[in-house]
Structures are given as C-alpha cells and as structure tokens.
C-alpha cells in the first residue's frame, strides 16, 4: 500500500512560551521539526510525507529541509487555525496513488521506527489504529476544584502520534465531522465518532510531545540515551 505521513507542524506553540515556535527549537543541535522528519523517514513504509507548517513559514521551512537534506518530502503546505484544519490541508495534498495514511505531530521527535511500523502494520489490517501507552497515574475526573470520579486506570490509554487510517476512513471522518464540534483533539476520536474501530498499539513512554519547557530537558536526556 502506497503509504504517506501528514506530518502537522502549523501550532503556534503557546504552552513552550518561547520566541521561536517549539517546532524549530534545537533537539541535540538541529530543529525539533527536522529530528522528527529524520525519524519517519528512515521508515521503509513510509513513501512519502506532507508536512504542513503556517503560511508565514513555508519558505523557512522548504530551506531547512534542502539543508538537512531531508528525503521523501512530497508538499510543503499551510496549515489551519485548529489541528483538525491543518490534517485537512495534508490530506488535500496527498498523492493520488496513497492507500494508507498516517498523522504525526511535528512536536514528537523521539518516536522510533519501530513504533511507525507497528501502527503502519495494524492499520493496513484493521483500517485504523493508534500508537498509546498505558497511563502511570491514576486519572480523576475534576469540575470546579472537586474530584468527581475516579477512571479505572487498568482501562485507561494516553494518545501518542502517529495514527494511522485507510485513506477512505480518515477522509469519510474529516468529512463527515465537518460540521461538528468537540470532538476531541487527535484523528483517532473523529474515527471512532464515525463509528470505526480503533486499534491500540502499545508504544513506548519515551514517544512525549514536546509541549512545556521541562519537556525539552527530558527530550534532551532520552535522545543522550538513544546514542548509546
Ligand atoms: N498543529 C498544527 N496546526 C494547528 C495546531 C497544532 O499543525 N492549528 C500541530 C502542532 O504544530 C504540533 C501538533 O499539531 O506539532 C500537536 O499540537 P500541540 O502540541 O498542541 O502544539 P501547538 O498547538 O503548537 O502548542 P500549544 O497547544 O501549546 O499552542
Ligand atoms: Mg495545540
């Protein structure tokens, strides 16, 4: 199956709080973005990548990647205001010829290849399937300051990138949920609204989202780890 990576990189990065979206900051000397693309491009499955970054940085980024090299990039477009927006400019931009799609967030460099080819492997079976990993804490759901309810946390999965689809399923979802709000914040909800099922794989703790300051430290620290 002709298989593309929408790579979504057109946040604004509000929660890093720093002057350069977090997206370009340096991950062991070069831009999160770039460690990220490097990652999924090692991928044998993965044919090509769309990556959608703001209007304002399209030049920026086309002359990082003729920098650092970078194989397998198909398109360069704008993103949108919410994710949700952006995914759709990647899926307008795919290739003809793509059955499989995958999403990942720009801000998830640490991801290895070994988890891109487990959920590549499982959606191409089962049509849609997310990489996750078991929750540590133990999650309550709170509203004004007071514990409502405790989650049983044997159940409980927190959501990691990429996530993988047919092409027909992930398009059918953004389509159809067009209209409708709150649906969550990754694809993987707008499938399961659209009424498919899921399939977790089990992914690896070190697969964070570069979202807070402290999260760069950690980043730092694990890819020390990954060299040895
Ligand atoms: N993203 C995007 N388009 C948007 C919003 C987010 O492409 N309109 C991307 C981000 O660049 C990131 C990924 O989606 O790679 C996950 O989003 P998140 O971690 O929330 O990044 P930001 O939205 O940039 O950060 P924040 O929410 O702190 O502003
Ligand atoms: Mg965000």
Known sequence: MHTEVIVVAAGSGSRM?????????????????IRTL???????????????????DR???HTLCQEHQMMKI?????GGRERQDSVRRG???LD?????????DAARPLVTMEEVEAVLAAARTKGAATLGVPV???????????????????????VHTPQAFHRRVLEDAHQRSLEVGGLGTDDASLVEWAGVPV??????????????????????????????
């Open 136 to 158: 540590k804490d133990t999650i309550k759901r709170v509203a004004e300051g007071l514990v409502q309810e405790t989650l049983p946390r044997s159940e409980l999965f927190a």
């Open 96 to 104: 003809e010829k793509t059955e499989l799609v995958a999403v990942h």
């Open 199 to 228: 399939t977790m794989v089990e992914g690896r703790y070190t697969n964070l989202k570069i979202t807070t300051p402290d999260d760069l430290v950690i980043a730092e620290a694990l890819w020390k780890l990954k060299g040895e």
């Open 59 to 61: 030049e920026y980024v």
């Open 17 to 33: 709080g720093s002057d350069i979206k977090k997206q370009y900051l340096p991950l062991a000397g070069a831009p999160i973005l």
């Open 74 to 78: 198909g398109a360069i477009v704008a």
């Open 91 to 93: 899926l307008a931009a």
């Open 38 to 56: 490097q990652a999924l491009a090692e991928c044998s499955s993965v044919d090509r990548m769309v990556l959608v970054v703001s209007e304002d």
